[in-house]
């Protein structure tokens, strides 16, 4: 079917076209072009018996794609959970090693996230920004410190870690306190970030 609605038959040099090509060429259509094909489409059917209106309904919709985009709010829970699967590790290798108040309360990081992804869309933009500001500082409070540990580490060591434990770790030391400082509500003065 694919083939035969991409010219299978009709053309003479026919070549299977990239599925992507089809997307861009349905992209590039304007809505008069769409409405067009959409009738001449329902014309040919009906000429065929395929869409006889004594049985039978077209309707068509618009909907958006159902697609997350990341917000700070996302990215801090997700720098959290790295934070915390390292110092996890880090503890079951050896407990010498991390400092013994070191520690990401991941769970109440995940409480304040779903309270603020889960606010009202009505609710008053103040009552907003302060609980993004708890969050925001929960967060900070606990990835600091752990970014500073890590900052202190022998390279050696962390080369022995396991690829995804590195991974995780390299994303804290490289674009930790950048991302903090990034993600900084626009109503609170920016702190020294050598925690």
């Known amino acids: 079917m694919y083939h035969v609605f991409c010219g299978y038959g009709q053309l003479e040099k026919y070549r299977c076209p990239d ?24 014309q040919v059917a009906h000429t065929l018996g395929f869409a006889d209106p004594s049985w039978v309904d077209i309707d068509s919709t618009v909907q958006e794609a159902n697609i997350a985009y990341p917000s700070d709010a996302t990215l801090m829970q997700k720098l959290a959970t790295k934070a915390h699967k390292v110092l996890h590790f880090m503890k079951g290798v050896s407990k010498n090693l991390v400092p013994f108040n070191l520690a990401i309360d991941l ?21 907003k920004r302060d609980i993004f500001n708890t969050y925001y500082e929960q967060v900070t409070s606990q990835i600091l410190p752990m970014i500073g540990f890590l900052e202190t580490l022998n390279p050696q060591l962390l080369f022995s870690m396991p690829w995804n434990i590195r991974r995780a770790l390299a ?14 509500p626009a109503n609170k003065p920016e702190t020294n970030n050598s925690q």
């Open 171 to 184: 994303t804290l030391q490289n674009h930790g306190r950048q991302y903090l400082k990034d993600a900084l």
């Open 19 to 42: 599925h992507t090509k089809i997307e861009e060429f349905r992209n590039r259509l304007q809505p008069q072009t769409h409405k067009k094909v959409g009738d001449y489409v329902l």
């Open 107 to 127: 769970n109440s990081i995940k409480k304040l996230a779903k309270e603020y992804f889960f606010l009202s869309k009505n609710i008053n933009i103040e009552k």
